[in-house]
């Protein structure tokens, strides 16, 4: 069998693997080949897989990572970039709403909600919320908010889908919701930030394993 047929018969394993049994089924370097198939569909995207994900620190580092970050990738042309790009932009979009949550009725409800979001999450996650009348997730990181170098890409989202309030929400649900300096200094340069470009920062939530902490109303910071 040649290298072509080869590599169809491997495309199609995978396929048929996802089809039948799920991303579950799939090891992390599969889920990416698999997405890679339809924007490099000529080439062995196994190895290419394998670089982006030992170069980018894997699946969330690609999707966010600079499609010259990506083309410096071996194997990875400006075609294949444009598609990891479109991938990072439909997650985001797609994470924006969650239908299947309903929208709070009033402020006090938000540390539920995110609680909501966070399940079945690993700890550690960050959430930015748009609140309103439809739950808008603007920003999610897995690790801890740097508010130098993430306020630009946080900063352009708000003002992209014209927020004026934001909640953010921390994922400590496999500790406690006890506010750290780093907490209280986070919210402080966030609010500074965001009050520059007219975004009131409403909230800042820690969502812990029995209970919630609101920086706002359980007065641990200024708003």
């Given amino acids: 069998m040649g290298e072509k047929g080869c590599h169809e018969g491997h495309r199609d394993r995978i396929r048929k693997r996802f089809v039948q049994f799920g991303a579950d089924s799939l090891h992390e370097h599969e889920l990416l080949e698999l997405a890679l198939f339809y924007g490099i569909p000529r080439k062995n995207t196994n190895e290419i897989a394998h670089k982006l994900l030992d170069e980018l620190g894997g699946i969330n580092g690609i999707l966010n990572a600079t499609a010259d970050e990506l083309c410096k990738i071996k194997g990875i042309g400006p075609s294949a970039a444009a598609f990891i790009r479109f991938l990072s932009d439909a997650c985001r979009e797609y994470n924006s709403f969650i239908p299947s949550l309903q929208s709070p009725e009033a402020e006090s409800d938000y540390p539920m909600y995110f609680r909501d979001c966070f399940n079945g999450t690993a700890a550690g996650l960050c959430l930015i919320l748009c609140p309103g009348t439809s739950c808008r997730i603007v920003f999610s990181k897995d690790g801890i908010l740097n508010g130098t170098t993430d306020m630009v890409q946080i900063a352009n989202q708000l003002l992209k889908m014209e927020c004026d309030r934001v909640i953010i929400g921390i994922n400590r649900i496999e500790g406690h919701a006890s506010p750290e300096t780093d907490d209280i200094e986070l919210?402080?340069?966030?609010?500074?930030?965001?009050?520059?470009?007219?975004?009131?920062?409403?909230?800042?939530?820690?969502?812990?394993?029995?209970?919630?902490?609101?920086?706002?109303?359980?007065?641990?910071?200024?708003?």
Avoid: V
Avoid at 194 to 204: H, K, M, N, Q, R
């Fill in 187 to 223: 919210a402080g340069i966030f609010k500074r930030q965001l009050s520059l470009l007219g975004i009131e920062l409403a909230d800042f939530l820690i969502i812990g394993r029995k209970r919630s902490f609101s920086l706002m109303y359980d007065g641990a910071f200024s708003f």
